[in-house]
């Protein structure tokens, strides 16, 4: 289809508006990168979002029990703070309407387009701008920002038979609240993030629960609390207070990059989680099955404090190998057992380190990001790539963590991409980008500081580790060194070039 698009001779100028600078997401991203460009007194911009209201992820994933697992505190904008959290981790609803008061206070809602699809962008060299094709028709803009994150495009796993099913199937971020699940036979596909939620919340409705579980997870106790009345006064009235909690939940998540690093530091945090699977799961046949064999912190580690009573239930079996082949009322799984059911929840991620976008964007050579980067993206310092000017990323490459808050790299991003919007206005520059050899040093340094973290050594396969084998999803050490190196636009590393 996007081939046939760009083959269709340009349309006169009237129906192919002309934006300064063009965002695709309104997530955390989007959102913060257009608060920023209206802080700087740009107003020629647009918000392509292709769902009908604000909010990314958290718009998306409204499955049952679906809570964030970094600190509320942590997890806000730095510039909006809220003091009226519930919880010390909040729940998706909660983060969904921060999104919306944050939109509506700094007023980018009208710079937003909604039901707007991205469906191609590639950059015209003749006119130094990029022209884009969308579900609503196509628009030229001088700078694309994309910031539709990684969880965005769900994944199913590819098992035979999955369209010959005729019972009700779907994804966690698609969940089918108007499907009825009590007393149902009902088979759960994963064990990640978002199973080890809606798992606990759903166990009591269903008749049989059917957990397929290639590989568990390592489990932590969680450490949510409901907020108190006092409390939350209290960040009412003196905000400089919830700045020092929040700066102080900061360092102290920075201290857990560690472990990742350090096989003795996580000789603690695999103490706790064995002493949780010890206390909470008693019989030792299931016990076995639930117990890990990589090492802590090689896949995501997931705080909970509900998944093993629910998965001991005596309506919940654990089979631990994959889902080989769905039948029309059944599945089957590696073993070859068949066992009858009525619906299938997959909890089986997002597309990582394939995100479909890579293959809408082409650049200057006429290749998309997904042909250049061959299964291992990579860009300058998560932003920007070689060959394709005047695109920036959020939450790019290597931005991803498993110890602190993404909100903070999503900030260090958006001050890093303002001054270099800066800089274009201040040379007057038409064009930006990143000089090869910029960006081939600077991936040189994250894969060197990647060896010997537990996520390349830790016997597991993870969604951080792309197909070819390369951490191109994590920045592998502590945050701040992050927010120095994005500070300031280092214009030394680019090639700056007069509009056309």
């Not at 001779?9 to 600078?21: E, G, K």
């Not at 769902?51 to 958290?58: H, N, R």
């Not at 390592?218 to 939350?232: A, D, G, K, L, S």
């Not at 790019?396 to 110890?403: I, S, V």
Request: include cysteine; charge should be positive.
């Amino acid at each position: 289809m996007t081939h046939a698009l760009r083959k269709q001779p340009a349309r006169p100028a009237a129906h192919r508006p002309h934006f300064r600078i063009a965002i695709v997401g309104s997530g955390f991203s989007g959102l913060g990168m257009a608060i920023r460009l209206l802080k700087d007194g740009e107003r020629d911009f647009v918000v392509l979002e292709r769902a009908g209201e604000i909010g990314g992820t958290w718009r998306d994933n409204t499955y049952p029990g679906c809570r964030c697992d970094v600190p509320s505190h942590l997890y806000s904008f730095s510039f909006a703070p809220n003091p009226n959290w519930t919880s010390t981790f909040s729940p998706q609803p909660e983060i969904l309407e921060y999104l919306r008061d944050v939109a509506r206070r700094f007023a980018v809602m009208p710079h937003i387009r909604f039901h707007t699809e991205l469906q191609s962008a590639d950059w015209d060299e003749a006119a130094g701008q990029w022209r884009l094709e969308t579900s609503q028709g196509p628009m030229t803009t001088d700078v694309l920002v994309c910031g539709q994150g990684p969880l965005s495009e769900p994944k199913l796993p590819d098992v035979p038979g999955l369209e010959s099913f005729e019972g009700t199937m779907f994804h966690s971020a698609n969940w089918d609240h108007d499907h009825d699940l009590d007393g149902e036979r009902v088979a759960v596909v994963g064990t990640g993030a978002s199973a080890i939620q809606f798992v606990p919340e759903i166990q009591p409705r269903v008749g049989r629960l059917h957990l397929f579980q290639r590989t568990p997870p390592w489990v932590v106790p969680h450490p949510n609390r409901r907020m108190t009345r006092i409390e939350r006064a209290l960040y009412s009235r003196l905000p400089l207070a919830q700045l020092a909690m929040r700066a102080g939940i900061y360092w102290a998540r920075e201290s857990f990059v560690l472990q990742f690093r350090h096989r003795r530091v996580r000789r603690m945090a695999t103490k706790v989680a064995l002493r949780q699977l010890r206390v909470q799961v008693k019989d030792p046949a299931l016990r076995e099955r639930l117990t890990p064999r990589y090492e802590i912190g090689c896949k995501r580690i997931l705080p909970t404090d509900e998944w093993y009573p629910a998965v001991t239930q005596p309506n919940v079996e654990v089979i631990d190998q994959a889902l080989a082949e769905v039948r029309p009322s059944s599945v089957v799984a590696a073993d070859g057992a068949e066992r009858e059911i009525d619906t299938i929840v997959f909890g089986t991620g997002f597309h990582v380190t394939d995100v479909p976008i890579a293959g809408m964007v082409r650049g200057r050579y006429g290749r998309t990001l997904a042909e250049v980067w061959g299964g291992s993206p990579e860009a300058y310092k998560g932003a920007t790539v070689a060959g394709f000017p005047n695109l920036f990323l959020l939450v790019g490459p290597n931005t991803g963590l498993g110890h602190n808050s993404i909100v903070f790299m999503i900030e260090s991003q958006i001050d890093y991409v303002g001054d270099a919007l800066a800089t274009m206005r201040r040379r007057g520059a038409g064009r930006l980008e990143v000089r090869p050899e910029a960006q081939a040093g600077y991936n040189a340094e994250v894969q060197r500081l990647t060896r010997g973290t537990v996520w390349v050594s830790g016997g597991c396969a993870s969604y951080y580790i792309d197909r070819n084998g390369r951490n191109s999803s994590l920045w592998p050490t502590f945050t701040w060194p992050f927010r120095r190196r994005t500070r300031d636009f280092d214009e030394a590393a680019y090639t700056l070039a007069a509009a056309a």
